[in-house]
């Protein structure tokens, strides 16, 4: 069924921007707040955690405004990043943000070696981390516009930490390379919306194409680990504090 | 002998105090381990990212080292 879909998407799709061989798409970052409020909400009253969350909450959302990505890239390599912006007024950390909304570091794809990497610091460690990809979409018949552009909603669900989370991509056949934000790929179309995790949206505010075909950039710097590694490595250290 | 009765009352006195005092101090201390853990769960629930999660329990456990809490809340 998928397939069948994936065919008909790219017969019905207007074949137009063939001479297109790279670009850069500027995304920025909302929250949704009824989810997160139902996040909140589901929190005993005048507890520790209930104010904890509160006050990352506020504070995400006065600084979510101001975080901006770049996906560049061309037919094989991706590159997604923060972009540096001024530090706002209110003196929040963007680092912090940008972690909270898990697009902290630089983000890379290659689709024919079928690499994919995640370079972060962690407590004062930098860290190449590699992902083998298997989002498992679901392509749906579901469309909507997005700067023009006819766009196809996927969904991809994971179990993490034995909780279930759901992805939500609108990719656009028109612009036939299998990139987005965040390391997301392998969907017949660029990704020019994702709500990550049914929490945080990463939207199209710019949309820039080139007929030449860019250079990307690889990030080398860092140990290099698997993200599964990484994941194992970061539990352990939790579960030394509850032993 | 009444002096001495009235100095080992005083005596006993100022040592239930003091005990009473470190005992309370003892209770009072935080447990960084602790909040850690409850800095971690929080996060990973709230945005579902095991590394925010991680660095929030880092700076929830630093945090508390520096205000006078301890590992285990002893």
């Given amino acids: 069924m998928r397939k069948l879909i994936v065919v008909l998407i790219f017969f019905t799709s207007n074949l137009g921007i063939s001479q297109i061989l790279s670009g850069e798409i500027t995304y920025g970052v909302r929250m949704d707040e009824v989810a997160l409020q139902k996040i909140i909400n589901s929190v005993k009253d005048n507890s520790f955690k209930k104010d904890y969350l509160i006050k990352l909450h506020n504070d995400l959302k006065s600084s979510i405004k101001y975080l901006n990505y770049t996906l560049k890239f061309n037919t094989n390599e991706s590159n997604f990043n923060r972009k540096e912006t001024l530090a706002n007024d209110n003196g929040i950390d963007l680092n912090m943000s940008s972690m909270a909304v898990s697009a902290n570091g630089i983000f890379y794809s290659n689709l024919k070696e079928n690499v994919n990497l995640h370079q972060v610091e962690f407590s004062g460690e930098s860290y190449l981390l590699s992902k083998n990809i298997d989002y498992n979409w679901q392509i749906t018949t579901e469309t909507k516009i997005i700067q023009g552009y006819k766009c196809y909603k996927a969904i991809s669900k994971v179990t993490k930490n034995s909780k279930n989370f759901i992805t939500t991509a609108w990719f656009c056949p028109r612009l036939s390379f299998q990139h987005g934000p965040k390391g997301f790929n392998d969907l017949p179309g660029l990704i020019l919306e994702l709500k990550y995790l049914d929490r945080f949206i990463f939207y199209t505010k710019n949309i820039k194409l080139r007929e030449n075909e860019i250079k990307i950039n690889r990030p080398t710097k860092g140990n290099n680990m698997t993200q599964k590694k990484f994941d194992k490595f970061l539990k352990n250290r939790m579960n030394s504090m509850k032993n | ?74």
């Avoid at chain 2, 006195?13 to 309370?24: E, H, P, V, Y």
């Fill in chain 2, 1 to 74: 002998m009444k002096k001495l009765l009235a100095v080992a009352v005083l005596f006993t006195a100022f040592s239930f105090t003091s005990l009473d005092a470190n005992a309370s101090s003892k209770l009072k201390k935080r447990n960084c381990s602790e909040e850690a853990i409850q800095a971690y769960d929080i996060v990973y629930e709230y945005t579902g990212s095991m590394f925010y999660a991680g660095y929030s329990a880092d700076a929830a456990y630093n945090g508390c080292i520096s205000g006078g809490g301890s590992p285990d809340g002893a």
